[in-house]
């Protein structure tokens, strides 16, 4: 179960790339603790019999944390200092670094009309969405994104995404247009201005 929430964590974090500033708060390996505790909370919940009503409240600081401290070892290869940002209403922004090096050499594209083949090195990676849910099912919705200040149309966004999260389960990746499942009864996720609280 774990394994399904590291994956739908980054298939959306990959969804809701955004350029954002510098986090202005110091992340920790204790914030990042406590998210994985409240994920432990919301596994053990879904599995009794029947789950309890609860809700958690997620900080952004809470969620940038366990980015970089408790899932550094299961970051996709080409990818480095995420930061996420949850604006409110079910939006939802964030930035990260995209090693196009990384990416040029598994795509092996050498097609002059492609436009990976013109950037290199680590490159930000930009964009913003809306996280709607309802019942125990979640959509994504993308309103802009961009790479290295460059405009980025949405089927080259999918590309990138469904490079980066896609698992012997699902070969092609995540797919931005598809509703997906929530992990672990979870009926709904309300993305609020610095936090998000998560509804079983």
Do not use: H
Request: glycine share 6%; net charge positive; with cysteine.
């Amino acid at each position: 179960m774990k394994n399904i929430w590291s994956s739908n964590l980054w298939a959306i974090f990959l969804f809701t790339l955004c350029a954002s500033s510098s986090l202005a708060v110091a992340l920790s390996q204790e914030d990042g603790n406590r998210l994985q505790a409240k994920i432990d909370a919301i596994v053990k919940n879904a599995a009794a019999t029947p789950p309890k009503p609860r809700e958690f409240s997620i900080a952004e600081q809470e969620a940038n944390s366990y980015l970089v401290f408790n899932l550094k070892e299961k970051i996709p290869k080409g990818l480095a200092e995420p930061e996420i940002t949850m604006i409110g209403d079910g939006a939802l922004a964030a930035r990260v670094l995209v090693d196009m090096d990384e990416v040029k050499q598994r795509r092996q594209s050498r097609s002059v009309i492609d436009p990976f083949n013109y950037l290199s090195g680590q490159v930000p990676l930009n964009a913003r969405g809306l996280l709607r849910t309802r019942e125990g099912r979640g959509q994504l919705y993308l309103r802009s994104a961009d790479i290295g200040g460059v405009p980025l149309p949405k089927p080259l966004l999918q590309e990138l995404i469904g490079f980066f999260s896609r698992t012997a389960q699902n070969p092609k990746g995540f797919d931005i247009d598809a509703p997906f499942d929530l992990p672990s009864k979870i009926r709904e996720i309300s993305v609020r201005p610095g936090e998000s609280v998560v509804i079983q």
